[in-house]
């Protein structure tokens, strides 16, 4: 993957989060996946941000050798903060599955943020289904 179409990918998957910061549904979206119970000042701090293009509260992401990253489209590390894209899978996938994995990470990097503890099942799966099927509907 060139860095160009790496940073395009970026560019869509920022357009998406800002959206979703306009509109609520990733206040609504982290409170339900992340069992949340109600909504911290640092997730509205970080949705407004976001919403006015300060993209710095996002994780780091990076490319990384598929003998780095055996069989796993990607990872999340909690101790750099850092989403690492496997490189064969990105060659071989299109531009949604790599917009959803990186907001599957993204809530994953949201737990480590928002809970002491992390989130009984999979929470950035959980995350970005809400998203992506729109049904992160924010209070009226």
């Known amino acids: 993957m060139t860095a160009t179409k790496r940073q395009a990918l970026l560019g869509l998957w920022q357009q998406q989060v800002q959206a979703w910061a306009q509109n609520g549904e990733l206040v609504s979206a982290a409170v339900h996946a992340l069992g949340l119970g109600k909504e911290p000042l640092a997730l509205t701090a970080l949705a407004e941000a976001l919403a006015q293009g300060d993209f710095s509260g996002l994780p780091t992401v990076e490319l990384m050798a598929d003998d780095e990253l055996p069989g796993a489209r990607s ?37 480590v943020l928002l809970n002491t503890s992390d989130t009984p099942g999979d929470e950035g799966s959980h995350f970005a289904a809400l998203l992506s099927a729109g049904l992160a509907t924010p209070p009226k």
């Open 75 to 111: 990872h999340f590390s909690e101790s750099s903060q850092t989403v690492f894209l496997n490189t064969s899978w990105l060659a071989g996938s299109d531009q949604d599955a790599v917009l959803h994995e990186l907001t599957l990470r993204w809530g994953e990097h949201l737990d």
